[in-house]
Each structure stands twice: as C-alpha cells, then as structure tokens.
C-alpha cells in the first residue's frame, strides 16, 4: 500500500490520480491532505480561468484561486455529494468574485492591466498584418470593458456560459436556480452586453 | 422586442435545439432585417470566445499548503467568540483600576525624610524600622534583615519587643512621594561625629505634609501630625535629622543633605 503523511503527521494511504471527485473529497474530509491537494492540481486551472474574467490580472487572479481553495478546504464538511465537486468549487469563486467586485479597488487594476497590454498590441497578433492585429485587439478590449462594466451576476453568467461554456445544470446549481432561470438570467445577460457593445460595433462598421 | 432578441440571441449563440434552429432559420429568411441582430450576437459570441486565451496558473501545491496551514494556525489564534466579549469589560475595569491606584497615590508633597532615635514612648512601641541605639542621628548600619520597607510595615509590622532601642522613622512630605531608592540602599551620612550608615527603603508614597508614620500595635504604622502628637519631638530637638533628597540635574545620581546643618548626606555604598 502507497502511504502519504497528512498535514497532522498521520499516515495514510496515497490518493490515486484516477481517483473520483468524490472519492478525494471523502479523503480529505479524514484528514489526508494530499488527497485535498489532488483535488487542487485537478481543479486550479478551471478556477483561474473562471477568475480571471472576473479580475483579468494573474496576481490577483492567483489570489483569488487560493482563496477559493482555502475557503473549500475549510468547508469540506459543508460539500453535498449531489451537487459536482467543480461546481461547488465555481459556486465558491462566485461568490467570491461577487464580494470583490463590491470593492472598489478593480478599476485601478483593470488600468494596470490595460497599460501593460498596450504593448503588446504592436507585437503579439493573431494576423500578419498588424492592422489587423490592432483592430483585433481593439475588439477584445472594448469587449472586456464592456464585461467590467456589467453588474457583476450578468458577467458571473456570461463567463460561465459563453466563456468557459458550463451546462445550464451546473450554473442553475452555482446560482441556486431552476435551468429555466439560469437559461434566463444567460439571455438577460447577452442583451445587455450586446447594448453596451452597440456602439463600437457599429463604429466598426 | 427582448423575447424576439432573445430568441435570435439564442440561436446565434447555438442554445436552441435543431428542431427550434429550424424554425429560428425559416423566420429570418422572411425577415431579412432581423439578420442584422443575429449578426450582432455572433460577432459578440465570438468575441467571447477570445477571451478564453488566459494564462497559465502558477499558483503552486506548495503555496497552497502554506496558505491553508497559515490561516488553520491564524483561526486556532483567534481568541474564543464565547468569551470575545469578556474582552472589553475587562480592558476597561483594568484601565479604571490603573486610574484608581494612581489617584489614589497621588498625594501632593514629597520630600523631606527625618528620622531620630526613638523616645521613650516611642522605644516601647513596635515599629517597622529597628536601628541600634548606639546609633546616633541616622540609624548606622542596620542589618538587611531589618531594613524596613514602609509598604509592607503598614500591613504588616515587624515587633522586635527584645530592641527596646528602636527607632521611629519620621517622614515630612513636601510632593506627591519620596522615593530615595528603590531597594534596600545604604545610607550614609557625613559630619562632625563621622561618617554613618544605615539601610533605607522608601519607594511609596507618602503621607502629605509634615506627617510621621507612627506604630499603631498589630494594625501597622498610621500617620500622624508631628506638630500636635506630643510623642513626637519636634525638627529643632536634638537628635532628630531632617533630609532633603535630591537628584543632580546633571548627572542623575541621587543625593540628599540635612536641612538644618545642610551637611551633605551620600546616597550608595
């Protein structure tokens, strides 16, 4: 039998990568650390995309995806198994993204974050012409300011939906609501995107 | 018009089933105007799309860990939410005990320490401070063992009913307290009769004006008027030495001198 020390000293048996969700979060709920820990390397990369949109600056991003993680370590015991583990992980940085974007330190971040980008505009490009590139880049910025600029349960929904397409089971889970009220919320949501986005699309033209 | 949007919405985004696709599709080949919007929210939906190029994350097990040890260790240091709200209460009875003792203190004369050989109402008495008899003016040489400290001899005196050559220590305060030292320290006095010494404590404060610490039997010492307690002689009677401690500005060092002869008395071993 592989044996792994937990964070108490105690000695259990090692998880297995192939083991389930499930199955790690019953280890880990006993005290086998590593089994928590497979559960991060598993699911870290998932919960940075999702923060990302949310806060689109690796530190902070980074931040947020071990506060997410510290905050469902330590409420392990509170996690139903009906519900998929990722999504209870996601409900989490919801939550979370909600309670930061009613700070106010974003836009000091987002002007970082756009200054940083500036340069890359004239050197990184998906096309050979760097016209193009630019027009691009333009998109992809007045698209993210117009996501900034939405309420934060439009953006959670788009992100989710459109971004990192998520089943409209899970997010009516991470939003505590039936799939026709997600499916609903999605909608409202694209609406008001789309308004705020009217203007440049038109400019485009 | 929105439950219209919604629906071209949903079809641009690729949310309806095949069968409502269908039907989305054969509207719009009847209403040509509505392609603009179903063109609006594909563009969007594809920009969308780019914003899925994130970077990868660094955040690493290693951290992880310490920040999960980090803050189970911070919560084991939180004080108890049951009795967090002992905390105030008792921070402020302490602050209000603080100021009680210090009010109560604050009496408004130090300085002036007198002490004589005892009288002989005074030598039948138990006191706090036993100085041979041989010992003129300031009691010379008192062993450790009997060196008094004021504070305790008022709770609790030390009789030594077999020295009936007792002293009794008078105290004239001219401040809120004297404090000659804060430890048994030797006490030396120079003049015409030589060179003498005695321990002396006296951190407390004292009494206000012009007031002796007189032996009250098992109680301890109380204060008394040395101008009306007839036991008492009075400054100008011979054997009585009246001091006056100083600190020299300059340097710290603490000294102190009779004042009637101002003779210097030294302050150390």
Redesign the interface.
């Known amino acids: 039998m592989d044996l792994a020390m937990s964070?108490s000293g105690q000695l259990i048996e090692r998880p297995i990568e192939g083991d389930s969700d499930e199955l790690l979060v019953s280890r880990a709920r006993e005290g086998d650390?590593q089994a928590f820990?497979t559960l991060?390397?598993r699911h870290?990369?998932l919960v940075?995309?999702f923060v990302?949109?949310m806060c689109p600056r690796?530190d902070d991003?980074?931040d947020m995806?071990?506060e997410v993680?510290?905050r469902a370590?330590?409420n392990l015991h509170r996690y139903r198994d009906e519900a998929k583990f990722t999504t209870w992980l996601l409900r989490i940085a919801t939550n979370l993204g909600t309670d930061r974007a009613r700070m106010s330190h974003r836009r000091q971040a987002l002007e970082q974050q756009e200054a940083g980008s500036g340069l890359a505009w004239m050197t990184i490009g998906e096309h050979d012409d760097p016209i193009a590139n630019l027009e691009?880049e333009r998109?992809?910025l007045a698209?993210?300011r117009a996501?900034e600029a939405l309420p934060i349960h439009h953006r959670n929904v788009?992100i989710l939906r459109?971004?990192?397409e998520r089943e409209y089971t899970d997010i009516a889970e991470m939003l505590n609501c039936t799939i026709g009220g997600a499916?609903l919320r999605?909608?409202r949501a694209?609406?008001a995107?789309?308004d705020r986005?009217?203007p440049f699309?038109e400019d485009q033209r | 018009m929105s439950r219209h949007d919604d629906r071209l919405a949903a079809y641009a985004f690729g949310d309806l089933s095949p069968e409502e696709s269908s039907r989305v599709e054969a509207e719009l080949a009847e209403h040509p105007e509505w392609t603009a919007a179903v063109e609006q929210f594909r563009s969007l939906r594809g920009d969308l799309t780019r914003l899925r190029d994130v970077p990868e994350c660094q955040l690493s097990p290693e951290r992880m860990r310490d920040a999960i040890l980090r803050r189970e260790m911070g919560d084991r240091a939180k004080p108890s939410r049951r009795l967090g709200w002992l905390i105030g209460p008792a921070a402020s009875a302490m602050v209000m005990a603080g100021l009680w003792v210090i009010l109560s203190d604050a009496s408004p004369n130090p300085t002036e320490l007198r002490i004589r050989p005892a009288t002989s109402t005074m030598a039948k008495l138990p006191t706090s401070v036993s100085i041979p008899e041989t010992a003129s003016l300031l009691a010379m040489d008192a062993p450790p063992a009997v060196a008094p400290r004021p504070v305790a001899s008022r709770t609790t005196p030390r009789t030594s009913p077999s020295r009936a050559t007792s002293a009794a220590m008078v105290i004239e305060t001219a401040g809120p307290s004297v404090r000659l030292a804060s430890r048994d320290l030797p006490l030396t006095s120079r003049g015409d009769s030589g060179d003498r010494s005695a321990n002396l404590v006296t951190d407390v404060p004292l009494p206000p004006v012009a007031s002796a610490m007189k032996p009250t039997g098992e109680s301890g010492l109380r204060p008394v008027d040395v101008a009306k307690d007839p036991t008492l002689a009075s400054p100008e009677d011979e054997g009585i030495v009246i001091i006056r401690p100083e600190v020299d500005a300059a340097t710290g060092a603490r000294s102190a001198s009779e004042v009637n002869s101002n003779e210097p008395i030294v302050f150390g071993g």
């Open positions: 964070l650390y820990e991060f390397v870290r990369t940075f995309r990302y949109q690796r991003a980074e995806v071990q993680f510290v370590y330590q691009s998109r992809v698209l993210r996501m788009i459109d971004i990192e499916k999605v909608l694209r609406r995107l789309r986005m009217i699309m």
